[in-house]
């Protein structure tokens, strides 16, 4: 059985692919269907995630890393606001939370980076 991950992979490196015939039947009148709509749903979602986290790293955590900035961006306002007009420093909380975000969001895009070049090289070999 080929997995979809293998096919993309196939796929990508222009290999031969061919059609192999099975034997299969028709469901019997009266039986209920195998499938599960959320849970096979979030099973298809899983796989399309996986497969654009291994063959398009960038883009993939360019968004997390966009996502995580904007976050932090939203948490640091209130504080830089209040900084601006008392003086102080008061939600403390909410600018370590800010600043740890921002932290993630540039490792999230130096993790981008580098499985795009590794991808890219593998893509290459």
């Known amino acids: 059985m080929v997995r979809i991950r293998d ?12 059609e192999v015939r099975t034997a299969s039947c028709e469901r019997s009148a009266g039986s209920a269907p195998k499938l599960r709509t959320y849970r096979d ?14 063959e398009r790293p960038l883009p993939f955590f360019g968004l997390a890393a966009l996502v995580l900035a904007l976050v932090s961006a939203a948490l640091f306002v209130p504080v830089a606001t209040t900084y601006f007009e ?28 580098i499985l795009d070049a590794a991808t890219r090289g593998r893509i290459e070999a």
């Open 86 to 113: 008392t003086g102080l420093m008061l939600p403390l909380t909410t600018f370590v939370a800010s600043a740890m975000l921002t932290m993630l969001s540039f490792l999230a895009l130096a993790c981008g980076l």
């Open 41 to 54: 749903g979030f099973r298809i979602l899983r796989t399309i995630l996986a497969l654009v986290q291994r």
């Open 7 to 18: 096919g993309v992979h196939t796929l990508k490196l222009c290999l031969p692919v061919g």
